[in-house]
């Protein structure tokens, strides 16, 4: 069974940047897709970023131009860079994989916090 583990969240002050990574238990065939979702108190879990198997990025609108996704295929390995943090980028943040063999899995881990402070 293919687990991931995301580490890097913490306290920060407003402004402040933090990165999260997602390590992945194994090389697996057929990702089509890597992600990153948050989910805030009381909220809906979010999309905000994701990166294709070709490299093609996409973001939620309200962390473009401060975020960046990555991720090192050797080190089965996915990065999301956040810079200029806000107060409303608190949240737990989970990390996905979106994978295609004879049929459509995906997997999720159990999310790292984030806070900002103000």
């Known amino acids: 069974q293919v687990q991931l583990v995301e580490s890097g969240g913490g306290l920060v002050q407003a402004g402040g940047s933090l990165r999260l990574s997602c390590a992945i238990s194994?090389?697996?065939?057929?990702?089509?897709?890597m992600g990153w979702y948050r989910q805030g108190a009381g909220g809906q879990r979010e999309f905000v970023a994701a990166?294709?198997?070709?490299?093609?990025?996409a973001y939620t609108t309200s962390v473009k131009g401060r975020f960046t996704i990555s991720r090192d295929d050797a080190k089965n390995t996915l990065y999301l860079q956040m810079n200029s943090l806000k107060p409303e980028d608190t949240a737990v943040y989970y990390c996905?994989?979106?994978?295609?063999?004879?049929?459509?899995?995906?997997?999720w881990g159990h999310g790292t916090q984030v806070t900002v402070s103000s």
């Open positions: 990166i294709a198997q070709n490299g093609n990025t």
């Open positions: 996905k994989l979106e994978v295609v063999q004879t049929e459509y899995h995906d997997y």
């Open positions: 194994e090389t697996i065939s057929g990702i089509r897709a």
